[in-house]
């Protein structure tokens, strides 16, 4: 069974586009967990657009949680990591003006440093993930600076049709044979919707998929009809 990880990120997005308390992401976790996903998956960024740093703090309390931290490498997150000591984290690039994470992590222009973040959160028993496009380079400077595990960013995938989605799924499927041949574990995750998942499920290397904005906006229309009938219930008098 491939793992389902959930990105709840944008259960806080709809929240913080209010002000309010509500929806609270991590109201989420146990229906996801009820669900079918072994896992949850929430962004700490930089610029705090969605998830908060009290709701890290919160996921991160739950006991028996596997919480999958996604987060840039830089200081101020790191050592909210290390300090939280989640399951698992993913590092990504992180870029201030982009609407989400629009590529995987340079890992063999970064080893110096990347070296560094990996040391230091694994000794923090944290899991750490490199969120990396499938090419070989990348996939083997995950491997030379230590970490377990890649995840491979399926966005190319997702956002291609036709000839040009089918050669970036071969690329998958062979950085993902590459992968496991040297001794990683394999997630994917990006852009991952309920039509284009069943092709990337098919790769046996893969392990555990992150997936969020798909499932939240799935959310909105396969719930929609009952809350509007909840407001009716309510509306009498
Ligand atoms: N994996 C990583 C590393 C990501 O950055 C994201 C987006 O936050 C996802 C998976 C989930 O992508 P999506 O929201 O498109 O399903």
């Known amino acids: 069974m491939i793992n389902l990880g959930v990105n709840i990120d944008h259960i806080a997005t709809i929240r913080q586009a209010r002000g309010t308390d509500y929806p609270d992401p991590v109201d989420a976790v146990s229906i996801c967990l009820a669900a079918g996903a072994g896992s949850i998956t929430a962004h700490l960024r930089e610029d705090r657009r969605h998830i908060q740093d009290h709701d ?15 987060m840039g490498a830089n200081e101020e997150i790191i050592a909210i990591c290390e300090r939280l000591k989640p399951a698992a984290c993913c590092l990504v690039p992180e870029k201030r003006e982009e609407l989400t994470t629009e590529g995987g992590l340079d890992v063999a222009g970064h080893r110096l440093h990347l070296a ?9 028993g944290v899991r750490v993930s490199m969120f990396i496009d499938p090419v070989p380079e990348q996939i083997r400077a995950s491997k030379e600076i230590g970490a377990p595990v890649i995840e491979l ?3 190319h995938y997702a ?23 040297i001794g990683l574990m394999v997630h994917a995750g990006h852009g991952l919707t309920i039509d284009n998942t069943p092709a990337i499920c098919a790769v046996p290397e893969i392990e ?12 909105v ?3 929609l009809h009952q809350a509007v009938a909840d407001f009716r219930a309510v509306m009498v008098r």
Do not use: C, W
């Open 56 to 70: 890290i703090e919160r996921l991160a309390a739950i006991p028996g949680l596997h919480l999958n931290m996604e």
């Open 116 to 124: 560094g973040v990996v040391e230091r959160l694994s000794a923090a």
């Open 153 to 155: 960013h399926t966005g």
């Open 159 to 181: 956002n291609y049709q036709g000839e040009a989605r089918a050669r970036e799924l071969a690329a998958l499927a062979a950085g993902a044979r590459l992968a496991s041949d």
């Open 221 to 223: 229309f396969k719930g």
């Open 208 to 219: 555990e998929l992150n997936i969020g904005h798909a499932i939240i906006a799935d959310a």
